[in-house]
């Protein structure tokens, strides 16, 4: 597969300094692809994270296309517009087919501050199962009644699925994309990767329950008290996780800083 794409420098907008904050969500995504690609969860050069850059809503942070996720650093990182357009200045091509299904939730989805889609092979094999995730563990009980589904289209997103897969996301924080991989959505990059890390944990326990004989699930009203008790009213996730997450990767390779 090839979608290496140039896109077009978006019109009448000067580069500008890259700001704190921007800096900060820099390091923060450039750490989700390394943590992700030591999970063992990246596919070749494909699949992304996205983020939005503060104080500039249209404009999010995106992997250069061609680079692996373990070699992504945080000045690597391309800045482009809603419309896939560069803003700012890089020599990198960018996978612009790929960014439409992240810039369709961004535009529907405002808390979706970043957007992570893998592929993920527990999250593909429990999204082409037709009961979906179950509640089999404390994991998948995150999701219970949390999480979308969204059947498969093909290789081409076009605005018109744009608006179906948004639609099927709704207001929940995690998809199953049928057949294809898994999605979370986070008002900071450490919720969007705890949500995920959670998530493929959930579909590797399933898978694993299911090798091994009859299953036991717990009941629904069991599933529904401990779905609450996990969403915590609302708690932003990865509050505590991500420092912990970031000493490792400084311990083991700090270059994801640079």
Not at 12 to 37: C, F, I, T
Request: glycine share 8%; aromatic share 6%; charged share 20%.
């Amino acid at each position: 597969m090839s979608f290496a794409l140039q896109p077009a420098r978006a019109a009448g907008v000067s580069p500008q300094p890259v700001s704190a904050e921007e800096q900060r969500v820099r390091v923060d995504l450039a750490a989700a692809y390394r943590l992700a690609a030591r999970e063992g969860w990246d596919d070749l050069i494909y699949t992304h994270i996205s983020a939005t850059v503060p104080g500039e809503p249209d404009h999010f942070l995106i992997n250069p296309f061609g680079f692996a996720f373990d070699e992504i650093r945080a000045g690597d990182l391309v800045k482009i517009n809603g419309r896939g357009e560069v803003v700012g200045e890089t020599v990198h091509p960018v996978n612009v087919t790929g960014f439409a299904l992240h810039a369709a939730v961004h535009a529907a989805r405002p808390d979706a501050m970043c957007v992570m889609h893998l592929h993920n092979t527990a999250g593909i094999a429990v999204s082409a199962q037709a009961a979906g995730l179950l509640p089999l563990s404390q994991h998948a009980m995150r999701f219970y009644g949390r999480i979308a589904c969204h059947d498969y289209e093909g290789l081409a997103f076009s605005p018109a699925e744009g608006g179906r897969l948004t639609a099927s996301l709704g207001e929940h924080p995690a998809m199953l994309l049928r057949n294809h991989g898994t999605l979370t959505v986070g008002r900071t990059v450490a919720e969007a990767y705890v949500l995920m890390a959670t998530l493929i944990k959930a579909c590797e326990i399933q898978i694993a329950a299911q090798a091994g004989g009859a299953l036991v699930q717990p009941d629904e009203a069991v599933a529904h008290k401990t779905s609450e008790q996990l969403f915590d009213n609302g708690a932003v996730e990865g509050v505590m996780e991500w420092p912990a997450l970031l000493r490792k990767l400084d311990r083991i390779d700090p270059s994801y800083r640079d």
